[in-house]
């Protein structure tokens, strides 16, 4: 199974609705669901990529997470940067997107595990047309961690080019205690390679 979502796994939704999300969405759509983006890295990034797929920043020199607010899908406000002095596990994720659903079990797990150590885990829930299927597949999946509902992909497009920023769906990235951006990766996670993500940054004093 491909990491990533192919252009034709797209939910099915009126062709005015897709109309309706304008130049942002067309953007999010060409850097999603596919091996890269049309954002991000560069010559002038500071992060090194990694053969596993996991791209990493060094402490000193890690990027400010952007602002990362609004509502979730079940209607209450959040803010990412009231979880400073956490660990913050980022997960952009669709319920039409099949690599989605298979690494969900593997994020609730570590979400559960991790929970008392000071890591809290969130969704970023995008281009499902209503919140209805997004519920549906966090009450089905066990998801025990909120999601921001970003249907056109706002959210996503507040990452600064150069920076570890999701470029496809899904992506995950861990944001450090001080709220700046350690590490990324553009693929559908196993347990083992998500604490290969975590563990360092939870490690850090």
């Not at 990235?173 to 998500?194: F, M, N, Y």
Request: net charge positive.
């Amino acid at each position: 199974m491909s990491a990533a979502c192919r252009a034709d796994q797209r939910p099915n939704r009126p062709r005015a609705a897709l109309y309706a999300a304008g130049a942002a969405v067309a953007a999010l759509v060409l850097s999603a669901c596919g091996a890269g983006g049309t954002s991000g890295g560069g010559d002038n990034s500071n992060f090194v990529p990694g053969k596993d797929g996991i791209s990493t920043v060094a402490k000193g020199s890690r990027d400010a997470a952007p602002d990362l607010s609004g509502e979730t899908i079940d209607g209450k406000q959040l803010d990412v940067a009231d979880y400073k002095g956490k660990v913050v596990v980022l997960n952009v994720w669709g319920s039409w997107c099949p690599p989605c659903r298979a690494e969900t079990p593997n994020l609730v797990k570590v979400a559960k595990d991790t929970a008392a150590q000071g890591v809290q885990f969130v969704g970023i829930n995008t281009r499902d047309p209503s919140t209805s299927p997004a519920k549906a597949f966090e009450k089905a999946q066990g998801v025990p961690y909120p999601s921001l509902y970003d249907p056109t992909g706002k959210l996503m497009l507040r990452f600064k080019k150069g920076t570890l920023n999701p470029q496809t769906i899904p992506s995950t990235i861990i944001i450090d205690r001080d709220g700046k951006i350690a590490a990324r990766t553009l693929q559908a996670l196993s347990e083992d390679k998500l604490r290969e993500m975590l563990d360092p940054v939870l490690a850090e004093k």
